[in-house]
């Protein structure tokens, strides 16, 4: 029954003289999400409106798929097409609309047109009111309310007529790739895929970064988190994944360092190749999963002791979230059931027992003075052997 959908989006709508580059890129991306739906589709933007028409079968189910993940989409609408927009054949044509969507439901129903084709003999007022006027004549289970109707159908008139009336969520944001790229360190936890997925929303192009450890993870620990860059993609599109070697600065620091002070030292190490990684593909920033309080490492102590060896911004979107409202995040986005596999990544193997919660800068900076014979000739290997792996 339908042949195309119209896609509409919300904060594209308010950018100005700028929004034809928002409007162009959330073309380009849906065009880019269809490729993989059973299917042949044009995207077509006229006058302010965005559509998506299939060119001959196609499956429904599977384009709705791939158009609900396109960050920019607001809401997705199921259309039919009428070519033939003579009054008589525009009657017939949502007569048989409401016929197929409907049937003999019980719905109060408001008509609303637009004519983008100001030669149309109707204007827009006209055609709500013949249309309804119709409409009900033909169907006794319909009623008329304006001001809260069950249903809207809508009838837009260009150089065919554009039928429709059900309205499918979209997931928002802004088009990927609007607003620059950034670095995401990506774990095998909870937190940091729904920490890419948020900021791939606001627009965002992702890389990301995995700290591996072997023998201490496992190469299922790497595959994890292969899985979840996967995943992540699925909304973000493609992703270089950075698989860093970090078995030897773990042990140096372990050996050099108080041990309660690990997780912080391992982890401002961590920054600073992560950083290095964004610096070289053109990320304007690093991600990060943490919130405030959740761990050892997340204190306001913490976070400001990892802060201080970056140049780049750091970019928390989960920073005032708490455990549950990230694990339904990362459930409506499909990674929980990964991310909870028992593999355990390179933070939770090398925990020290009582981790220091708030660390001071200077005894964490004179404690890395230890490292000072090693440290960058294992950084600069860990930098020239890592492994990249591009996710589609």
């Not at 016929?99 to 109060?108: A, H």
């Not at 995995?210 to 899985?227: G, N």
């Not at 002070?261 to 990684?277: N, Q, S, V």
């Amino acid at each position: 029954m339908f042949q195309a959908f119209l896609i509409k989006y919300a904060e594209i709508g308010i950018k100005g003289k700028n929004r034809f580059i928002f409007e162009n890129a959330l073309k380009n991306q849906i065009a880019f999400a269809l490729e993989k739906a059973e299917g042949d589709f044009q995207v077509i933007k006229d006058q302010g409106r965005i559509y998506v028409e299939a060119t001959g079968e196609f499956d429904y189910d599977d384009a709705l798929e791939a158009m609900s993940r396109v960050f920019g989409i607001a809401q997705i609408c199921p259309v039919v097409l009428v070519e033939d927009v003579s009054w008589e054949s525009l009657k017939e044509s949502v007569k048989n609309y409401v016929i197929n969507v409907y049937g003999s439901e019980e719905l109060t129903f408001k008509m609303e047109a637009k004519r983008a084709d100001k030669n149309y003999p109707r204007t827009s007022p006209q055609i709500c009111m013949d249309m309804g006027e119709y409409l009900l004549d033909e169907f006794p289970n319909l009623k008329v309310d304006v001001r809260n109707p069950q249903v809207r159908i809508h009838v837009e008139i260009r150089n065919r007529a554009y039928i429709y009336s059900k309205t499918i969520p979209g997931p928002g944001g802004m088009p990927v790739g609007t607003n620059g790229k950034a670095m995401l360190l990506l774990s095998g936890g909870i937190d940091s895929p729904v920490a890419g997925y948020m900021i791939a929303k606001r627009g965002v192009k992702l890389s990301a970064t995995y700290f591996h450890a072997p023998p201490y993870t496992s190469e299922r620990a790497k595959q994890k988190v292969v899985d979840l860059a996967r995943i992540v993609s699925r909304y973000s599109g493609p992703v270089e994944l950075n698989i860093v070697n970090f078995t030897d600065i773990q042990l140096y620091i372990y050996e050099k360092c108080p041990h309660e002070e690990l997780t912080i030292i391992m982890r401002r190490y961590m920054m600073k190749i992560a950083e290095e990684l964004a610096k070289a593909d053109g990320s304007l920033g690093l991600i990060t999963g943490e919130s405030i309080g959740q761990v050892a490492s997340q204190t306001m102590q913490s976070l400001a002791a990892t802060n201080e060896v970056c140049t780049l911004p750091v970019y928390r979107p989960l920073i005032g979230f708490d455990k549950q409202e990230i694990v339904t995040v990362s459930e409506k986005i499909g990674t929980y059931e990964t991310s909870i596999q028992p593999f355990e990544d390179c933070c939770t193997i090398f925990v020290a027992k009582h981790p220091v919660t708030k660390p001071n800068l200077n005894i964490i900076k004179r404690s890395e003075r230890n490292l000072e014979e090693k440290i960058d000739e294992l950084v600069k290997t860990a930098l020239e052997t890592v492994e990249k792996i591009q996710i589609q």
